[in-house]
């Protein structure tokens, strides 16, 4: 079997969230499994670009509308991911230091997208499924049956995987022009609202159509930002299937990233050498119990609830603990937060910014991880959080709901609220800070959470599934 991922992230080659660890852990795990998985994506300029080598698989010529654009797929030369990875690399409109944020991303992924499809229709094989993650692939279910110069991919079983569904690409019709020729007849397809709707189009195209976790799934025909009726009208194509984490980059025994290795054996003793790195680097206590938040500082994650519940919580627990937060995001949250910081000098600190070897940092040498999260698809932040022996404090929505137990049920280990408001986080922070002076009890949730598997290994059968059905 031959799957194509068709993404805008993948790590390490490009990464703005989870999207990019999922795709570039999936077909590592599904070529282990004996499955033909490779990945094709933007080419951007990012430090893997230039630290790779790379050689010219095709260059060929494609219209987006009335423009006649050259684009080159290049492949990464030593397997070095353990799957093979394409590059569209599209002068001018694709190659740019980030993957998402410009004016014109709808014209950058429109024609990312032509091109793979055109590459693909030349290929002399077809093959066995075309695997489109998120909506920068969501138009090439579409493309692939009613675009008349690609009819021969007509017939090629196509996956969507939603990985959030708030994003959807919305193009105005005036941009209609930008698809290839296409039956005018299947108008319906495309259509949302009134707005070409990618997201929309994928979900009605593609032969089946999964989610990141169970929960989300459920979550979906009542919140979807304006795809409920369908979901809930394609709900027997869609299925639920929870993200693995790689354990191959995410194991505190072998992560380079930290200043001290540990396992289950040694984790108290591990992560203490850790937190104690981290508290100088910053200037605080590692005595006290360390919380952090790590992601994109937007109303999806709750950031913005953090600057008043962490104000509130410095009030009621003073400097009885330490609270750590990198991401990066709305510039109002990004300023509230570091104020409270200036103001809070001794117990809040505040990194804006992307960083991947501070991210594996604080997951080693926090004691809590906070994810208040209104939407949370899957969450992989809370995954890697527990292989670190890290408690996480999750609001019960989506992924979080899937993966952590209340520590006040039997065999619970995490803390869950209903709330993303500052009383829920405030009352969370105080059970947090009790359950740190019971140290018995925090070493077993430290340990029966490192043992939790969620390695790919389990969810490449699910998808394997999905593919055998179509
Ligand atoms: P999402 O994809 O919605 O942002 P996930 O929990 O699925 O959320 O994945 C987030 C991924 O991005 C994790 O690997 C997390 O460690 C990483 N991440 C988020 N923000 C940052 C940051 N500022 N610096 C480094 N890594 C980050
Ligand atoms: C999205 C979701 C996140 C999920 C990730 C990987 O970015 O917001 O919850 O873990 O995709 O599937």
Same mark, same amino acid.
């Given at each position: =079997?031959?799957?194509?991922?068709?993404?805008?992230?993948?790590?390490?080659?490009?990464? @703005?969230?989870?999207?990019? %660890?999922?795709?570039?852990?999936?077909?590592?795990?599904?070529?282990?499994?004996?499955?033909?998985?490779?990945?094709?994506?933007?080419?951007? $300029?990012?430090?893997?670009?230039?630290? /790779?080598?790379?050689?010219? %698989?095709?260059? @060929?010529?494609?219209?987006?509308?009335?423009?006649?654009?050259?684009?080159?797929?290049?492949?990464?030369?030593?397997?070095?991911?353990?799957?093979?990875?394409?590059?569209?690399?599209?002068?001018?409109?694709?190659?740019?230091?980030?993957?998402?944020?410009?004016?014109?991303?709808?014209?950058?992924?429109?024609?990312?997208?032509?091109?793979?499809? #055109?590459?693909? *229709? +030349?290929?002399?094989?077809?093959? /066995?499924?075309?695997?489109? #993650?998120?909506? +920068?692939?969501? &138009?090439?279910?579409?493309? =692939?049956?009613?675009?008349?110069?690609?009819?021969?991919?007509?017939?090629?079983? *196509?996956? !969507?995987?939603?990985?959030?569904?708030?994003?959807q690409?919305w193009?105005?019709?005036?941009?209609?022009?930008?698809?290839?020729?296409?039956? !005018?007849?299947?108008?319906g397809?495309l259509d949302w609202g009134g707005s070409i709707n990618?997201l929309a189009a994928?979900i009605k195209?593609?032969?089946?159509?999964?989610?990141?976790?169970?929960?989300?799934?459920?979550?979906? =025909? #009542?919140?979807?930002?304006g795809l409920?009726?369908l979901?809930?009208?394609?709900?027997?194509?869609?299925?639920?299937?929870?993200?693995?984490?790689?354990?191959?980059?995410?194991?505190?025994?072998?992560?380079?990233? !930290?200043?001290?290795?540990?396992?289950?054996?040694?984790?108290?003793?591990?992560?203490?050498?850790?937190?104690?790195?981290?508290?100088?680097?910053?200037?605080? %206590?590692?005595?006290?119990?360390?919380?952090?938040?790590?992601?994109?500082?937007?109303?999806?994650?709750?950031?913005?609830?953090?600057?008043?519940? !962490?104000?509130? @919580?410095?009030?009621?627990?003073?400097?009885?603990?330490?609270?750590?937060?990198?991401?990066?995001?709305?510039?109002?949250?990004?300023?509230?937060?570091?104020?409270?910081?200036?103001?809070?000098?001794?117990?809040?600190?505040?990194?804006?910014?992307?960083?991947?070897?501070?991210?594996?940092?604080?997951?080693?040498?926090?004691?809590?991880?906070?994810?208040?999260?209104?939407?949370?698809?899957?969450?992989?932040?809370?995954?890697?959080?527990?292989?670190?022996?890290?408690?996480?404090?999750? $609001?019960?929505?989506?992924? &979080?709901? %899937?993966?952590?137990?209340?520590?006040?049920?039997?065999?619970?280990?995490?803390?869950?609220?209903?709330? @993303?408001?500052?009383?829920?986080?405030?009352?969370?922070?105080?059970?947090?800070?009790?359950?740190?002076?019971?140290?018995?009890?925090?070493?077993? =949730?430290?340990? $029966?959470?490192?043992?939790?598997? #969620? /390695?790919?290994?389990?969810?490449?059968?699910?998808?394997? $599934?999905?593919?055998?059905?179509?």
């Amino acid at each position: =079997m031959e799957v194509v991922h068709i993404s805008a992230e993948c790590y390490p080659v490009a990464k @703005a969230g989870g999207l990019g %660890d999922v795709v570039g852990a999936l077909p590592k795990y599904q070529n282990k499994a004996g499955i033909v998985a490779k990945v094709v994506m933007p080419m951007y $300029r990012t430090p893997f670009l230039y630290s /790779s080598s790379w050689v010219v %698989d095709y260059k @060929a010529k494609a219209f987006m509308g009335a423009w006649e654009f050259e684009y080159t797929i290049i492949k990464e030369a030593n397997n070095k991911l353990g799957f093979d990875v394409y590059l569209v690399d599209i002068h001018g409109l694709l190659d740019r230091q980030k993957i998402y944020g410009y004016p014109d991303d709808t014209e950058r992924f429109t024609a990312f997208q032509i091109a793979v499809v #055109h590459w693909m *229709s +030349h290929w002399n094989h077809r093959p /066995s499924v075309v695997h489109c #993650h998120d909506y +920068h692939a969501g &138009l090439i279910p579409f493309m =692939m049956q009613h675009c008349y110069d690609y009819q021969n991919l007509k017939e090629v079983p *196509s996956v !969507l995987t939603i990985h959030n569904a708030q994003y959807q690409g919305w193009m105005d019709w005036n941009k209609s022009t930008l698809i290839p020729r296409w039956d !005018l007849s299947k108008k319906g397809l495309l259509d949302w609202g009134g707005s070409i709707n990618p997201l929309a189009a994928a979900i009605k195209c593609a032969r089946k159509v999964t989610t990141v976790s169970p929960s989300y799934m459920l979550e979906l =025909m #009542h919140h979807a930002n304006g795809l409920e009726t369908l979901i809930a009208s394609e709900k027997n194509k869609c299925v639920g299937i929870l993200n693995g984490i790689d354990h191959e980059v995410w194991n505190p025994s072998t992560d380079n990233y !930290l200043t001290e290795y540990f396992s289950v054996k040694t984790v108290t003793a591990g992560k203490q050498k850790n937190k104690q790195n981290i508290c100088d680097q910053f200037g605080l %206590d590692a005595a006290k119990p360390l919380f952090v938040f790590i992601g994109r500082l937007v109303g999806e994650k709750a950031a913005d609830v953090l600057p008043g519940a !962490l104000h509130i @919580a410095v009030q009621t627990y003073g400097a009885k603990a330490s609270y750590v937060i990198l991401g990066s995001g709305e510039p109002a949250v990004e300023a509230g937060l570091t104020n409270l910081a200036l103001a809070n000098n001794n117990c809040i600190k505040v990194s804006v910014g992307y960083n991947e070897s501070l991210s594996h940092g604080l997951y080693a040498a926090a004691d809590f991880l906070l994810m208040p999260s209104r939407v949370e698809p899957c969450g992989l932040n809370q995954l890697y959080a527990m292989r670190y022996g890290t408690v996480p404090m999750v $609001r019960s929505t989506g992924g &979080l709901q %899937d993966t952590v137990i209340d520590m006040g049920d039997e065999g619970g280990y995490g803390i869950r609220f209903t709330h @993303a408001n500052e009383t829920d986080i405030v009352q969370s922070i105080r059970r947090a800070v009790e359950v740190f002076e019971n140290k018995k009890h925090l070493l077993w =949730m430290r340990e $029966r959470m490192m043992q939790i598997n #969620h /390695s790919w290994e389990q969810t490449v059968q699910s998808y394997t $599934r999905v593919y055998d059905s179509i």
